[in-house]
């Protein structure tokens, strides 16, 4: 039963225009989501996250939406750059002292130049 | 600037074998994980430390054991390779659990297949 889900296993995009990931759970005890970049042979490495206390949080061209009442959340890039092709994983927390994230299946971005 | 250094990146063990992957961190992190990703889906979790000499089972456990007796190291012991166990596996470590501002931070993997 797959508590993190995201649906779209790839996504195309060109230079320039926005990119939309979306990310969905079931669990309710969700309060911390992380967006993770993976390139190819290397280790995911953090993008940004939110708190649920929010609904939005922004890093320049990064932008993650939370929807806690359709337990969904986004994350937007723009504009898209073609370094920024790569997987992309939604995690969530619930917290506690276990520190465990759960990790959806991850969406493949790719900017075409 | 290391960060989480595992090795080895890559090996092929024969089924029954058995062997270690070795983790450390340099950032002074209170919690290690260890991490499997298998082809297509995300990424579970195998075992966690919350200190040393603490350790407790993730999401998939069976088939490996660790020990955390130093913060910095945190190896994974694989006993008994089986096909199943073919992966990619990930450590990671934070400074405490995630919470805002504590983030987990992964190696860069270490790519490991059962014949």
């Known amino acids: 039963d797959q508590q993190v889900k995201q649906n779209s296993p790839s ?50 061209r990064f932008t993650v939406f939370l929807n806690k009442s359709a337990k969904h959340l986004s994350l937007h890039i723009v504009p898209s750059q073609p370094g920024d092709s790569a997987v992309y994983f939604c995690a969530a927390s619930s917290g506690g002292s276990q520190g465990n994230l759960i990790f959806g299946k991850g969406t493949k971005l790719s900017v075409k130049p | 600037n290391a960060g989480v250094t595992q090795t080895p990146k890559f090996r092929i063990l024969k089924i029954g074998q058995s062997m270690t992957l070795q983790c450390t961190q340099d950032m002074n992190h209170n919690y290690m994980y260890w991490y499997r990703q298998d082809p297509g889906m995300g990424l579970k979790l195998i075992y966690y430390s919350v200190g040393a000499g603490i350790t407790d089972k993730g999401e998939v456990p069976n088939g490996y054991n660790v020990s955390r007796s130093t913060t910095e190291d945190f190896p994974l012991r694989l006993e008994l390779a089986a096909p199943s166990q073919t992966s990619v596996y990930f450590c990671a470590s934070s400074y405490s659990a995630p919470r805002s501002g504590n983030t987990i931070y992964f190696g860069e993997g270490s790519w490991l297949t059962v014949v």
Do not use: H
Request: charged residues 25%.
């Open chain 1, 11 to 60: 996504l195309s995009v060109q230079e320039g225009r926005i990119s939309i990931l979306n990310c969905d759970y079931t669990n309710s005890m969700f309060d911390y989501f992380l967006w993770y970049k993976k390139y190819p042979a290397e280790g995911p490495t953090f993008l940004i996250s939110i708190s649920s206390i929010k609904d939005k949080n922004e890093d320049g």
